[in-house]
Nanobody, 127 residues
């Protein structure tokens, strides 16, 4: 089992920044590919970003490229999502997720492949 706890969400004006954190516990963190997803009211869960087990590879949905940065610190069992130039359409509950690295090649955008999920943190961007 892997336990994931997100933090760092909040209310911010358009153009502002937030940094989400996800603390992992329970298993060897470096064995897991990590992802961030989001879900807005009335919408399906959406892939945002993923990072390989080593942190050497990252992948983003087009809508956040150049604005968001995913990173991880395997020594601290943490994954982060730095969000800059926030837009009202970024408003959603943000979730971090983990999948065992042997199950995927590098990373995956498919939420169905992730085994463990946090409880989510709300991000609200006002216009």
């Amino acid at each position: 089992q892997v336990q994931l706890v997100e933090s760092g969400g909040g209310l911010v004006q358009a153009g502002g920044s937030l940094r989400l954190s996800c603390a992992a516990s329970g298993r060897t963190f470096s064995n897991y590919v990590m992802g961030w997803f989001r879900q807005a009211p009335g919408k399906e869960r959406e892939f945002v970003a993923a990072i390989s087990w080593s942190g050497g590879n990252t992948y983003y949905v087009d809508s956040v490229k150049g604005r968001f940065t995913i990173s991880r610190d395997n020594a601290k069992n943490m994954v982060y999502l730095q969000m800059n130039s926030l837009r009202p359409e970024d408003t959603a509950v943000y979730y971090c997720a983990a999948v065992f690295r042997a199950r995927v090649s590098g990373w995956t955008t498919d939420w169905g492949q992730y085994d463990y999920w946090g409880q989510g943190t709300q991000v609200t961007v006002s216009s």
